[in-house]
């Protein structure tokens, strides 16, 4: 009997999905744990670019974790130790907490010769209490009970590499990967360019996260909240220097570009050029390295026609050629000096609008002593709505003539579709732009420092998470991260690149009857670059919002729309047009003739459908048609106007922020002498 070949073609078919790799599913890769270590040779002297392992270095770190001091020696011992028949060198760390000795650890580590990789062969741990031996916790070696050596640092770093660093089941599985290697930290032993940065976890603790990060010629320089206070050779007689003494000149991946077009564009098919003028200069580090101003290229790269569904309406609304939704993106800046330089840029959802930057200060009257900045700090808000409004004026503004010709286009039942100049879009880079290097600048002022800090200051910062009141919870956190630097004086205080963390503090989405949305952020901590997090008090002072959003932000940096004010002017125009579709005069049969019939249409027409019903009504002077679409007219716009939800606050990923904060912990008595 002939047999179906069905289930036979199923079984190949799962055999063939089957088949294919996890990592084709995955977001990220596996981490590594398989080295080919059969093909090193191993030397227990030496070092890579991030770890030096040459008997007598000394790396001393120190910080404070869960409100307590910590000390941490690193030293590489002139002593090796073979593990699993290899010789390893033997480096010490001392953990002291509050000047008491917590522990200390014999880590065996290997340098492969062919790859410049150091292995991690395994640890001894002492862990001491009131001077005593407690415990061992967390000791392994290779070749016992199953534990295999992991990788420490690889000799050639490479971007987003995961790898395990200690392989012992049961009792020690770290792993790292690897997020940037163009981190700057500021630490006490000084500023560190282009370090590496590891994210560390372990199976065993999935919840635990640890970021160390690793200068060139130096190694180890911050182990979370531990930064490098000395390192030196004990056995030389001058200390080691940094290799580095520049730093770079890099905007990183993921910092958003915000560009204005600078003309109005009809838009018509798909690769269509656009031309924008950034309206936010560029700064790596301390330095700018774009100017306001700058030409920025770009193309439409995709068209979507509307819904079924949105065609219906819109047709109903006599409108027949709706909305589209327009994709674009942003592929080369122009410098002054007229080099082209190509970038890659994905538009953030929510942008492609008109802004304006609102400030706490706008309604100035409702400000008190208490509670407003300085005259300094207004000042400097004042300052930063200027220059706002200085790029802004860089794109050419329609003229009176050219508005009144699109608001006659716009009623038209077929209608050109324009992207207006002014629209601002926001481009996030996808790949960094690199500007060279500079000669280090002194290390930036700090809270403690001898030269006294001004009380508050005003951070020019960026949106990094997207916020909108009807779909951010509260105590959602808020990050976002310095555009520009800070100085005071001409000394840097914070680079281009610090961090704010932050979180929603007050959230109301918008409801029925026109009450708008409601939205309150609050800044608790500031993390310099490769530094700890830092307590901050900071406000809200400005932010952009929609030029037609009518945003209003209080003096506690609470965001909420106003109602507009035009809604009553609005309504009251529709419901006299519908009154004035209604006559009792020259009517029989419920037709109207004559010139009295035609207004009457084409009042009422005007106010359900605009011109093409005024047109509709002007032809086919019926009472009730008239009174018909001046009643759906009137009922939709109060409706719009005061049933509807309201507005929602809306700040997409790049939105600009004006931030004042203090980094004084006595500023309060400061502020009275400012």
Not at 554 to 579: C, F, H, M, N, W
Request: hydrophobic residues 40%.
């Amino acid at each position: 009997m002939k047999k179906s070949t069905c289930p036979t073609m199923l079984l190949v078919f799962l055999a063939t999905v089957l088949a294919i790799p996890s990592q084709l599913f995955a977001d990220k890769p596996e981490f590594t744990d398989e080295f080919s270590l059969d093909t090193c040779s191993f030397t227990s002297s030496g070092r890579n670019p991030y770890f030096i392992l040459e008997p007598g270095y000394l790396l001393i770190l120190e910080g404070e974790e869960d409100e307590e001091f910590v000390s941490l020696e690193i030293t590489v011992l002139d002593e090796t130790e073979t593990i699993a028949g290899v010789t390893t060198r033997v480096v010490t760390e001392v953990e002291y907490v509050n000047d008491q000795l917590a522990e200390i650890s014999r880590n065996y580590f290997a340098l492969c010769e062919q790859t410049n990789s150091i292995f991690y062969f395994g640890e001894d741990v002492d862990t001491y209490r009131d001077g005593e031996i407690v415990g061992h916790e967390g000791s392994w070696k290779a070749g016992e009970n199953g534990a295999r050596p992991g990788l420490m640092m690889p000799g050639s770093a490479q971007l987003e590499a995961r790898y395990f660093q200690e392989i012992a089941p049961g009792v020690a599985l770290d792993r790292a990967e690897i997020l940037s290697l163009t981190e700057v930290v500021v630490t006490p032993a000084g500023i560190f360019p282009d370090a590496l940065k590891t994210e560390e976890t372990t199976p065993l603790e999935p919840e635990v996260r640890d970021f160390k990060f690793y200068a060139p010629g130096i190694g180890l320089i911050q182990d979370s909240s531990l930064k490098l206070v000395e390192f030196s050779n004990v056995w030389s007689s001058s200390p080691v220097s940094p290799s580095v003494e520049t730093v770079s000149l890099t905007v990183p991946k993921g910092l958003v570009l915000q560009v204005a077009l600078d003309n109005e564009v009809r838009i018509r098919k798909v690769g269509q050029p656009l031309h924008g003028l950034l309206v936010e200069a560029l700064y790596a580090f301390d330095q700018e390295v774009v100017p306001v101003g700058s030409e920025v290229g770009g193309r439409i790269t995709q068209i979507q026609g509307p819904s079924r569904k949105r065609r219906v309406w819109a047709a109903l609304n006599m409108n027949f050629t709706p909305v589209r939704r327009v994709q674009v993106e942003f592929d080369e800046i122009v410098l002054p000096d007229g080099k082209r330089v190509p970038i890659k840029t994905v538009v953030t959802p929510g942008s492609g609008r008109t802004l304006q930057l609102v400030t706490s200060i706008d309604n100035d009257k409702k400000r008190t002593a208490k509670d407003a900045a300085s005259d300094k700090m207004k000042e400097a808000i004042r300052e930063a709505k200027r220059k706002w409004e200085t790029a802004m004026k860089q794109v050419k503004a329609p003229g009176k003539a050219h508005r009144l010709k699109r608001f006659g286009l716009a009623q038209l039942p077929a209608r050109p579709q324009y992207i207006d100049a002014g629209t601002v879009y926001f481009a996030e880079l996808q790949e960094p732009l690199d500007f060279g290097r500079k000669p280090l600048p002194p290390q930036p002022l700090a809270a403690d420092d001898p030269v006294p800090l001004p009380c508050r200051l005003l951070a020019h910062a960026q949106l990094v998470t997207p916020l909108n009141s009807a779909t951010t919870p509260r105590d959602a956190p808020v990050e976002a991260i310095l555009v520009q630097p800070l100085f005071s004086d001409d000394r840097l205080i914070l680079p281009q690149g610090t961090r704010l963390n932050g979180s929603v503090v007050q959230v109301q989405r918008a409801r029925r009857f026109g009450r708008t949305g409601q939205l309150r952020i609050a800044f608790r901590e500031l993390v310099p670059l490769g530094g700890t997090q830092q307590k901050v008090a900071a406000n809200l002072e400005g932010v952009q919002a929609g030029a037609e959003e009518n945003v209003r932000l209080d003096v506690e940096g609470g965001a909420q729309p106003a109602a507009p004010k035009r809604r009553y002017l609005s309504t009251g125009i529709a419901v006299a047009l519908a009154v004035a579709s209604h006559s009792d005069s020259d009517i029989e049969d419920g037709v109207s003739s004559g010139a009295t019939g035609a207004r009457e249409g084409m009042a009422g027409g005007a106010a359900g459908f605009r011109l093409p019903g005024m047109v509709v009504g002007a032809l086919v002077p019926g009472q009730p048609l008239a009174l018909g679409m001046g009643i759906y007219g009137a009922s939709r716009t109060a409706y719009t106007s005061f049933v509807a939800r309201g507005s929602e606050v809306v700040f997409p990923k790049g939105t600009a922020m004006e931030i004042g904060f203090t980094l004084r912990e006595n500023c309060q008595e400061s502020a009275k002498a400012e």
